[in-house]
């Protein structure tokens, strides 16, 4: 048994991150996601390890790779602008073939925003988000419990597959205060980080280590299609082996509702009212948002399923569901301009949902 | 018959224009960024235009809800490029040959680091606007968090007073020294309790604006990030001036002038004891803190060969 707390989701990630053995936290201010940079800033020194605020989220995620590149586990997290601004060193991470791990927290866009919730970097965050071929493992969690633990996941991921990981949450699982239940999780044996820069002397061969971001100077392959292959590759095998997604009453659902974050609690709700009134409704929770669970919605849109997307943005995880149906099966959307107001702080209500459910089916 | 002309008060000469805020704005309460902008607007007078980010100022000038506390034209762009934002509506009205006043009015967070390259290159190209960075020593819009211009020793969220940590470790970044070392026209530091001073260097500013760049510090306290009473502001201000923590000069081209000394500096404890964000300070690290102020100043002193007024 772990040590059981009453935190919020943004401050669960920091205890996920210190179960999972990362060394290395470098962050700069940004709403929502300050408390995770705040909880480093006064556990992690207490531990004996790195916190840095760095000058600005350029300068975190620079910072990341170079604790990356020699070896230790780091993390950084940020919201909708600094997420943007990272793009450019997490294409180069994914080209170094280097771990790290990023939150991003979600809030309102386009540019600057509200500094409130929203869902809106889905498209960033699972399409790469930075220039060239790359997909980065995309965790979104939809509690504190869960913050915590798949921020640990992370870290195991981006060892395992030696490249980025990202986990997306949004303002609303960010600030939720909630039970969690701090625990190692154990994901089984990783290979030694042998590439990293550490030092002639700390290699058994005694020879340097080069972490290069260009494909075509024959260092690490042998041109540059070799890399592109590689990575092909890379991508192939965490679309095999890491998709996660949680299926709720969906065993005889004709109705399926997709979600994640904290539209998927919304739609749980939605999924349990639909189902006191004799409707079938059921859900499917994308906990990995990419790899995107494209086999079991062709599935059921074969089986004749209908589906319905909630989600706080204008429509992003609905192109995901309406490529996998290719047209098999009506693709319905709650979408942004569904909030109960119309300020930045309205939400998706599961009235809202249930209404939409009605109307469809 | 020679006709008596009433005599004004001194500030009030300088003004140029009617108020162009509203009464009772949105900043919390005690906070002396009101106060700026108010005279801001009033000295550079209508044609100004006021570019502006994500900060503290932002809930008035950008406006919460359903308005602004003001009349001025607002250009709300992006941290990371405000300077080169400004530079582009700078170049326009001057195409068009319309004199107006661009401001760039930031925080400290916005000027000393996630927005100093482009405020670094805007200077160096000497582009013809006015840059104000309201300097409170921290990310206080996010939840006080520290930034380079924190002092050391300050306790922010980001430097806890704790177990370990004892504030911020490292000292401040002299940013409007970095600025005058760019050679601009005019760069200056000023604060509110020496407001005289402060509108001088606006006028000035409105002028050197044409020769290109112009720096102005406003060194501007922030009651809730740093511990200090609401109705304080200004007196930590003059005290902030009268132990040299932060001194008032300007330098033209890099000619550097004390608009302001002081006689008999006060040790910094002075200071220090009006802010709660430097009560856990020992003797040994005030000590410290001293010994910076008093190389920063004498450094300043250095550079200021001319023209420095005689003390009062």
Same mark, same amino acid.
């Given at each position: 048994?772990?040590?059981?707390?009453?935190?919020?989701?943004?401050?669960?990630?920091?205890?996920?991150?210190?179960?999972?053995?990362?060394?290395?936290?470098?962050?700069?201010?940004?709403?929502?996601?300050?408390?995770?940079?705040?909880?480093?800033?006064?556990?992690?020194?207490?531990?004996?390890?790195?916190?840095?605020?760095?000058?600005?989220?350029?300068?975190?995620?620079?910072?990341?790779?170079?604790?990356?590149?020699?070896?230790?586990?780091?993390?950084?997290?940020?919201?909708?602008?600094?997420?943007?601004?990272?793009?450019?060193?997490?294409?180069?991470?994914?080209?170094?073939?280097?771990?790290?791990?990023?939150?991003?927290?979600?809030?309102?866009?386009? /540019?600057?925003?509200?500094?409130?919730?929203?869902?809106?970097?889905?498209?960033?965050?699972?399409?790469?988000? /930075?220039?060239?071929?790359?997909?980065?493992?995309?965790?979104?969690?939809?509690?504190?419990?869960?913050?915590?633990?798949?921020?640990?996941?992370?870290?195991?991921?981006?060892?395992? !597959?030696?490249?980025?990981?990202?986990?997306?949450?949004?303002?609303?699982?960010?600030?939720?205060?909630?039970?969690?239940?701090? +625990?190692?999780?154990?994901?089984?044996?990783?290979?030694? $980080?042998?590439?990293?820069? $550490?030092?002639?002397?700390?290699?058994?061969?005694? $020879?340097?280590?080069?972490?290069?971001?260009? /494909?075509?100077?024959?260092?690490?392959?042998?041109? !540059?299609?070799?890399?592109?292959?590689?990575? +092909?590759?890379?991508?192939?095998?965490?679309? *095999?082996?890491?998709?996660?997604?949680?299926?709720?009453?969906?065993?005889?659902?004709?109705?399926?509702?997709?979600?994640?974050? !904290?539209?998927?609690?919304?739609?749980? *709700?939605?999924?349990?009212?639909?189902?006191?009134? /004799?409707?079938?409704?059921?859900?499917?929770?994308?906990?990995?948002?990419?790899?995107?669970?494209?086999?079991?919605?062709?599935?059921?849109?074969?089986?004749?399923?209908?589906?319905?997307?909630?989600?706080?943005?204008?429509?992003?995880?609905?192109?995901?569901?309406?490529?996998?149906?290719?047209?098999?099966? +009506?693709?319905?959307?709650?979408?942004?301009?569904?909030?109960?107001?119309?300020?930045?702080?309205?939400?998706?209500?599961?009235?809202?949902?249930?209404?939409?459910?009605? *109307?469809?089916? | 018959?020679?006709?008596?002309?009433?005599?004004?008060?001194?500030?009030?000469?300088?003004?140029? =224009?009617?108020?162009?805020?509203? %009464?009772?704005?949105?900043?919390?309460?005690? @906070?002396?960024?009101?106060?700026?902008?108010?005279? #801001?607007?009033?000295?550079?007078?209508?044609?100004?235009?006021?570019? %502006?980010?994500?900060?503290?100022?932002?809930?008035?000038?950008?406006?919460?809800? &359903?308005?602004?506390?003001?009349?001025?034209?607002?250009?709300?762009?992006?941290?990371?490029?405000?300077?080169?934002?400004?530079?582009?509506?700078?170049?326009?009205?001057?195409?068009?040959?319309? =004199?107006?006043?661009?401001?760039?009015?930031?925080? =400290?967070?916005?000027?000393? =680091?996630?927005?100093?390259?482009?405020?670094?290159?805007?200077?160096?190209?000497?582009?013809?606007?006015?840059? &104000?960075?309201?300097?409170?020593?921290?990310?206080?819009?996010? %939840?006080?968090?520290?930034?380079?211009?924190?002092?050391? %020793?300050?306790?922010?969220?980001?430097?806890?007073?704790?177990?370990?940590?004892?504030?911020?470790?490292?000292?401040?970044?002299?940013?409007?020294?970095?600025?005058?070392?760019?050679?601009?026209?005019?760069?200056?530091?000023?604060?509110?309790?020496?407001?005289?001073?402060?509108?001088?260097?606006?006028?000035?500013?409105?002028?050197?604006?044409?020769?290109?760049?112009?720096?102005?510090?406003?060194?501007?306290?922030?009651?809730?990030?740093?511990?200090?009473?609401?109705?304080?502001?200004?007196?930590? @201000?003059?005290?902030?001036?009268?132990?040299?923590?932060?001194?008032?000069?300007?330098?033209?081209?890099?000619?550097?002038?004390?608009?302001?000394?002081?006689?008999?500096?006060?040790?910094?404890?002075?200071?220090?004891?009006? &802010?709660?964000?430097?009560?856990?300070?020992?003797?040994?690290?005030?000590?410290?803190?001293?010994?910076?102020?008093?190389?920063?100043?004498?450094?300043?002193?250095? #550079?200021?060969?001319?023209?420095?007024?005689?003390? @009062?």
């Amino acid at each position: 048994m772990g040590e059981r707390m009453f935190i919020e989701g943004n401050i669960a990630v920091g205890w996920g991150a210190a179960s999972a053995g990362c060394q290395a936290f470098f962050g700069y201010p940004i709403t929502p996601q300050n408390e995770i940079t705040e909880w480093f800033a006064r556990e992690f020194p207490k531990m004996g390890r790195i916190f840095a605020q760095s000058q600005s989220e350029l300068g975190s995620i620079n910072l990341v790779y170079g604790a990356a590149a020699a070896g230790v586990r780091a993390m950084t997290s940020t919201s909708g602008p600094g997420w943007s601004l990272m793009q450019e060193t997490m294409s180069d991470m994914a080209n170094a073939e280097l771990p790290c791990v990023v939150v991003d927290v979600q809030r309102g866009g386009p /540019g600057g925003g509200p500094i409130r919730h929203a869902q809106q970097d889905y498209f960033q965050c699972t399409r790469g988000g /930075g220039h060239g071929d790359y997909r980065n493992i995309v965790l979104a969690p939809a509690s504190s419990q869960e913050s915590c633990d798949l921020v640990q996941l992370a870290f195991y991921l981006a060892d395992k !597959y030696r490249n980025p990981v990202v986990v997306m949450t949004d303002a609303i699982i960010g600030r939720l205060r909630e039970t969690v239940e701090v +625990e190692k999780i154990e994901f089984g044996p990783l290979p030694d $980080k042998d590439w990293a820069v $550490k030092g002639k002397a700390r290699h058994k061969d005694g $020879k340097r280590r080069i972490v290069d971001h260009s /494909g075509d100077l024959l260092r690490r392959y042998p041109s !540059y299609r070799a890399l592109l292959q590689s990575l +092909e590759q890379k991508m192939k095998q965490m679309q *095999e082996s890491e998709l996660r997604y949680e299926g709720y009453k969906m065993e005889d659902a004709s109705l399926i509702l997709v979600a994640y974050g !904290y539209t998927a609690r919304v739609a749980k *709700e939605a999924v349990n009212m639909a189902r006191a009134d /004799g409707i079938k409704a059921g859900l499917i929770r994308l906990i990995t948002a990419w790899p995107f669970p494209y086999q079991v919605i062709r599935e059921k849109a074969c089986q004749g399923g209908k589906f319905l997307v909630v989600e706080d943005s204008l429509g992003q995880v609905i192109e995901d569901v309406r490529f996998a149906v290719e047209g098999r099966a +009506e693709v319905h959307l709650v979408s942004i301009l569904d909030r109960h107001i119309p300020t930045d702080g309205g939400m998706i209500l599961p009235d809202k949902v249930f209404d939409k459910i009605k *109307e469809i089916q | 018959m020679t006709q008596k002309k009433k005599k004004l008060p001194r500030v009030f000469e300088y003004f140029r =224009d009617e108020d162009q805020f509203a %009464g009772g704005v949105a900043f919390c309460a005690g @906070c002396p960024l009101e106060l700026t902008l108010r005279i #801001l607007s009033k000295v550079l007078g209508r044609e100004t235009i006021i570019v %502006g980010t994500p900060s503290c100022s932002a809930p008035v000038l950008y406006g919460q809800n &359903i308005g602004t506390w003001h009349r001025l034209p607002y250009y709300s762009c992006l941290m990371t490029g405000v300077a080169s934002s400004a530079t582009g509506l700078v170049r326009y009205y001057r195409k068009i040959g319309k =004199d107006v006043t661009v401001v760039c009015f930031t925080g =400290d967070g916005c000027a000393a =680091d996630v927005g100093f390259q482009p405020l670094s290159g805007a200077a160096e190209r000497n582009e013809n606007f006015i840059y &104000i960075c309201y300097d409170n020593e921290g990310y206080m819009n996010t %939840g006080i968090q520290r930034s380079s211009t924190t002092p050391f %020793g300050a306790a922010t969220t980001t430097t806890p007073v704790g177990v370990v940590g004892r504030g911020k470790e490292m000292s401040a970044k002299n940013l409007p020294l970095i600025m005058a070392m760019h050679r601009v026209p005019y760069v200056a530091t000023a604060t509110l309790s020496h407001m005289e001073d402060f509108i001088k260097k606006l006028l000035k500013a409105k002028e050197k604006k044409n020769e290109g760049f112009v720096y102005i510090h406003v060194f501007s306290p922030c009651p809730v990030g740093w511990g200090i009473e609401s109705d304080s502001a200004i007196q930590v @201000c003059r005290m902030a001036v009268r132990t040299n923590y932060f001194p008032l000069w300007e330098a033209e081209r890099g000619r550097f002038r004390l608009t302001h000394t002081v006689a008999t500096p006060k040790p910094v404890t002075e200071y220090t004891k009006l &802010i709660r964000k430097f009560r856990h300070l020992t003797e040994e690290e005030l000590a410290r803190l001293q010994e910076e102020v008093n190389s920063n100043f004498a450094f300043l002193h250095h #550079l200021a060969e001319f023209e420095t007024p005689k003390a @009062c």
